[in-house]
């Protein structure tokens, strides 16, 4: 018995240590759309079966797969929504994964998928009636997951006569490295080129992918390396994939068959090589080998470096196209996210001729007419006179509490207590008096008009002697004038100096 389960524990042992990291994960979750039956315009034949296929293949791969076609704008955002919310619920160490095959537009620098509904009269019904590509990389990027895997093979012809002259080719380009970590984008041909819907039963890049995407153990970067060598080839160098990432970790579709592929690790850092390092790798090579070299790397460095080496048909010319395609596409990302009136010019002096004029010069007219705003801060600034031409060492806002209303008191500073200085108190006027006023000369008494003034006349003399008889001075009774210091006189006297504490 202890043999038996010995050999159980062993057995045990190494299925646990074949694990691939596919069976690792927690969860791998897939939404598989398929847009063949648009009613506007032709039909798109391979779409549904490109679909079918892709779910077949993540099925085994261990993903719980969602499928949905002919979708119309209503009905692909409810899918996208309900997508989303299976991520959430699942956690965030899900891998949410999105295959779309169907049409997809550019519209203003903008990229859409274009439901089957759609009917537009001009380029503005685009927006109104599709369904924006950042929207629904905003969705996913809205609830926590491992890692969001986008793969469009929607970079076919623009089928809408009404719109076709004056939208821009294929799909804008897109970074994913300036939005959320964790994420690998897939474009099944080159931003602004358009790809081939194909002759079979699948398109060429979903052909290539279902083949590269098999492969044990094969990393995703690794994968699509391979899908852009055998696209590029498939079409005679008329189509050529184009990925971007910010994955921080490794992805494979099938999991390793060997316990050393599986336990790999973290997926290690490639460092970038210059175009002098590709010159000197690729010296020497042939031609064709050398283009399969470059198209599996998909760098400018790359196709730089192979330009400047090789020039003969067709791989150099291709190459070459490559390039110039991929700089203006890349000038005109630029543009568009600065969105002035000056970098659309910018973009024009570079490009004065190319399908995306139409565009640039209708932003730049945009851009134009677009209404002034002035912002609250500089209107306020603006109402209040300037004290000093010398620039300001830091931000202040005192200007915006000028213009809104008085400062506060509470936030003056208060004055030191050597300046500070008693309450004023309004005191009346005091008129002015010398320090040392002349002495009056003696007079009479002031009198004023109307007083009583009494005079006692001495009495005739009389015959004989009684006692003396006193002589009273006349007397006068008023208020004295002026003011001195206070109510000045007194009776008959002189102005006096009382000191006062209210200044009267």
């Known amino acids: 018995m202890f043999r038996h389960a010995l050999r159980a524990a062993v057995f045990a042992g190494g299925l646990l240590a074949g694990l691939t990291p596919a069976l690792a994960e927690s969860s791998r ?22 679909a079918k296929a892709m779910a077949k293949l993540l099925g085994e791969a261990g993903f719980d797969v969602t499928t949905a076609a002919d979708l119309s704008q209503r009905d692909l955002n409810r899918e996208v929504g309900e997508f989303a919310a299976k991520v ?30 759609v009917d537009p009269r001009r380029e503005a019904d685009i927006p109104l009636q599709a369904v924006r590509l950042n929207d629904l990389l905003n969705t996913l990027n809205s609830v926590p997951s491992r890692m969001r895997i986008l793969l469009l093979d929607a970079c076919r012809n623009n089928p809408f006569p009404a719109i076709s002259p004056s939208a821009g080719r294929g799909l804008a380009l897109l970074d994913t490295k300036s939005g ?7 474009y099944s041909t080159s931003p602004g080129a358009e790809a081939e819907d194909g002759s079979g039963a699948n398109s060429p890049y979903t052909t290539a992918l279902l083949q590269a995407a098999r492969e044990p153990g094969l990393p995703i970067e690794e994968a699509f390396k391979r899908v852009r060598v055998a696209v590029n080839k498939a079409t005679e160098g008329r189509q050529t994939p184009w990925d971007s990432s910010s994955l921080t970790e490794d992805f494979r579709f099938v999991g390793a068959t060997d316990a050393s592929a599986a336990n790999a690790g973290p997926r290690p850092v490639v460092a970038k090589r210059s175009v002098e ?10 031609i064709e080998a050398a283009n399969e070299i470059i198209v599996g ?24 196209e ?35 004029t139409p565009t640039a010069r209708k932003l730049i007219e945009r851009l134009r007419n677009r209404p002034v705003v002035t912002p609250v801060v500089a209107a306020a600034n603006a109402a209040i006179p300037a004290v000093s031409t010398a620039p300001p060492a830091a931000p202040s806002i005192a200007p915006i509490n000028a213009a809104v209303g008085p400062t506060c008191p509470c936030t003056q500073t208060p004055p030191s207590r050597k300046s500070e200085t008693p309450k004023r108190v309004e005191e009346k006027p005091v008129r002015k008096r010398d320090d040392d006023p002349p002495k009056r000369a003696s007079r009479p008494p002031r009198r004023d008009p109307g007083d009583d003034v009494v005079v006692y006349e001495p009495p005739p003399p009389r015959e004989y002697y009684g006692p003396p008889v006193r002589v009273v001075p ?31």
């Not at 009774?477 to 504490?501: A, H, M, V």
């Open 29 to 50: 979750l897939a939404l598989v759309i398929g847009q063949s039956a648009y009613r506007s315009v032709t039909p798109l034949p391979n779409p549904a079966n490109d």
């Open 88 to 117: 959430a619920a699942k956690g965030a160490d899900t891998v949410a994964l999105v295959f779309y095959a169907g049409h997809g537009l550019q519209i203003d620098g903008e990229n859409y998928l274009v439901p089957v509904d």
């Open 180 to 186: 959320a970590p964790g994420t690998f984008l897939s």
């Open 277 to 286: 390092e590709w010159k000197r790798s690729l010296q020497g090579k042939p």
């Open 297 to 320: 790397d998909g760098s400018v460095e790359a196709y730089e470096a192979f330009v400047t080496l090789y020039t003969a048909p067709p791989y150099g010319p291709q190459a070459r």
């Open 322 to 356: 490559w390039l110039d395609l991929h700089n203006r596409m890349a000038a005109w990302n630029e543009a568009v996210l600065i969105n002035t009136v000056a970098s659309y010019q910018g973009f024009l002096e570079r490009y004065p001729s190319s399908d995306l």
């Open 474 to 504: 006349p007397v006068s009774i008023g208020i004295g004038g002026g003011f001195g210091g206070g109510f000045g006189g007194g009776y008959g006297r002189g102005p006096t100096n009382y000191p006062t504490r209210r200044g009267y």
